[in-house]
């Protein structure tokens, strides 16, 4: 497990994930990457950040999991090349629909981000019953029905229904014992109990005992839950700036710590803790600001050869490179 990092929230900070994944290669040369999702949004760098991390993976094969998080998995695109998004306010619709020079390019990225998007997993479970999920669980309006289940091949394709995908992706853990779930709207909230509920649901086939998410935004980068006491829960935040500020004011409040989790057998990831140098990220602003937008946009990525992935599954000690069909 040692050779697992876990990076939480990122949302267009490509400085943060620069650096992250630079540490995380220092702390061991042969580290494994789970991305807890939301790539884009609220920072100004989401095509860079998105090819990035699909670099890194291009670059290290097998090393690389990317959970689909709601920022992730909200866009579509209609027949006119139009692109939607089911969160309020994105950032990255208005720019992947900004009607300029490279309104072409735009759209090509934007397909492409949609085609990797639409094969991510939602959730992963690693042999030690650590659960790395962007949101959270299948709350506990559903439990009636898992508990009913009395096969594995059926209990994973209720783990893998529409219900259940949209709890993994968008629900948000609360320090409550119960939160009674709110399917008016998209952001239902769990406690600590529901999370002890669902890992007592069906333990002989999806084997929970621990938790890492993303989703929330911690003030410290990171929060190790304290009430969540019998089964365990870690929220890492990726991110460096101020997501309540604009640019640029929103990267000179930036934090002079980032975080990241490092597995451990058996328990929620260790939180490492990056120091920002301040000269580096002067620089990087100084580059930012400078760039013109036709200059910042990259060309795009050739697709990495992989097979559809599905949206709950168990995480493999070793995972293997993509498949080149």
Not at 28 to 44: E, P, Q, T
Not at 171 to 185: G, Q, V
């Amino acid at each position: 497990m040692d050779q697992w990092f876990f990076i939480g929230d990122l949302h267009g900070d490509f400085f943060a994930m620069h650096s992250l994944l630079q540490h995380a290669q220092a702390l061991n040369s042969s580290c494994r990457i789970l991305f807890l999702g939301d790539i884009v949004d609220r920072g100004v760098m989401p095509l860079e950040s998105i090819f990035l991390l699909l670099e890194w993976g291009l670059q290290h094969p097998g090393r690389l999991a990317w959970i689909g998080g709601n920022h992730d998995v909200a866009f579509s695109c209609n027949e006119a090349g139009v692109f939607n998004t089911v969160v309020s306010p994105s950032e990255f619709l208005q720019e992947l629909n900004a009607s300029d020079a490279l309104a072409g390019t735009r759209r090509r990225i934007g397909r492409f981000f949609l085609e990797v998007t639409c094969r991510l997993p939602r959730a992963l479970l690693f042999p030690d019953g650590l659960l790395a999920t962007h949101g959270g669980f299948p709350l506990s309006d559903l439990h009636a029905q898992g508990q009913a289940i009395t096969d594995e091949k059926a209990y994973l394709d209720w783990l893998n229904s529409e219900p259940c995908i949209k709890d993994f992706t968008w629900s948000r853990i609360n320090r409550a014992p119960k939160k009674r779930p709110d399917r008016y709207t998209s952001g239902s909230q769990y406690g600590f109990k529901d999370f002890e509920a669902f890992c007592q649901l069906q333990p002989q086939w999806f084997p929970v005992t621990h938790m890492v998410t993303g989703h929330e935004h911690p003030r410290e980068g990171y929060d190790l839950h304290p009430n969540y006491k019998v089964n365990r829960a870690l929220t890492l935040l990726g991110l460096g700036f101020d997501d309540f500020l604009p640019f640029p004011e929103s990267h000179h409040h930036y934090k002079e710590t980032l975080h990241l989790g490092q597995g451990v057998a058996g328990d929620v990831p260790s939180v490492v803790t990056v120091t920002v140098d301040p000269d580096e990220l002067d620089m990087f602003m100084a580059a930012v600001l400078s760039a013109s937008p036709a200059e910042r946009t990259p060309a795009p990525a050739p697709f990495p050869p992989t097979t559809t992935l599905p949206a709950a599954v168990p995480a493999p000690s070793s995972m293997p490179p993509p498949s080149k069909e």
